[in-house]
């Protein structure tokens, strides 16, 4: 069975915002759903001490500093376009704090292929209510909110979905990072021989659950580097103490986000939104409600 990889402690919110649409605004912290394998290594030395990376010109021969280096752009006649950073600032997006909502479609609408890293959206400040209305009517019509947002300078396309009373954000790729088929050389689509057919029916039902085990969804090679390395440090095998490595963050926790208990928050939210559901109706006056 894979190894419980709960959380130890506080996650790291490094994305703070607001989902708006129409006059709506709802204050939300970002959260990563997905962690790095744990197969990732350090290069050192025999001593441990960690190795640095330098750019070197093979033309002069020597290493070059940080002054030396200027962005290029390659284009497609095999020319580089030298890129300084008052171009890259005269481009840039608007610096905003806001994930705007465009359109709301249904969640079928997107291939798979546009997702590429998922999120988690909690709750800010005092916009539970509002946050879960707006996953709750999300979820009731099926619909998932598309836009964009800007972080750490760069524009994202994204995805909110209605995850019960949890909102996720996915971040997707763009439509000309895509492939299709023909751009890799894939055959034409032939039909097969009935034959053919009923013998891949077959092996395909053998193999057939209703019910995936998480055991399948494990990394099994991620679990075997553990394994490895704990036996080599109980026998004190290749054991070195590391001196000038300090830990490499991850790209959601490099930022100055502040540091929360993420399950406590989503677990409320979930709580609250059940508690409501099992209430009993009272009849009262109607009321008119702000969204934020």
């Not at 996650?11 to 959260?31: C, K, M, N």
């Not at 969640?107 to 959206?121: G, T």
């Not at 894939?186 to 193999?207: C, E, G, M």
């Amino acid at each position: 069975m894979p190894k419980d990889t709960a959380p130890k402690q506080a996650v790291r919110a490094f994305w703070s915002g607001t989902i708006t649409f129409g006059l709506v605004s709802i204050p939300v912290d970002l959260f990563a759903a997905v962690q790095g394998r744990h197969t990732t290594m350090k290069m050192a030395d025999e001593k441990g001490h960690a190795l640095g990376r330098e750019y070197y010109s093979d033309e002069h021969e020597q290493a070059l500093k940080q002054d030396d280096l200027v962005r290029g752009y390659e284009t497609e006649k095999g020319k580089m376009v030298v890129v300084t950073d008052e171009d890259l600032e005269a481009v840039a997006p608007e610096m905003t704090r806001d994930i705007e909502l465009r359109v709301f479609v249904q969640k079928d609408e997107i291939p798979p292929a546009y997702f590429q890293r998922p999120y988690f959206l909690a709750p800010s400040g005092k916009s539970q209510k509002a946050y879960q209305l707006l996953a709750r009517v999300m979820e009731k019509t099926g619909r998932i909110g598309l836009g964009t947002f800007v972080m750490r300078g760069k524009q994202h396309l994204v995805a909110i979905i209605s995850d019960g009373a949890v909102l996720r954000a996915e971040i997707l790729r763009f439509a000309d990072e895509l492939r299709s088929p023909a751009d890799v050389g894939l055959p034409k689509r032939a039909k097969p021989a009935p034959k053919d057919v009923k013998r891949f029916a077959k092996v395909i039902q053998s193999l057939k659950h209703d019910e995936i085990d998480r055991d399948e969804l494990s990394d099994r090679y991620a679990e075997a580097i553990e394994e490895l390395v704990e036996e080599k440090e109980k026998k004190h095998k290749g054991v070195v103490r590391m001196s000038g490595a300090e830990s490499e963050a991850d790209d959601e926790d490099a930022g100055d986000g502040k540091v929360v208990d993420l399950m406590k928050i989503l677990k409320k939210s979930v709580g609250a939104s059940r508690a409501r559901q099992a209430a009993p109706r009272r009849k009262t006056a109607p009321r008119r409600q702000s969204a934020a």
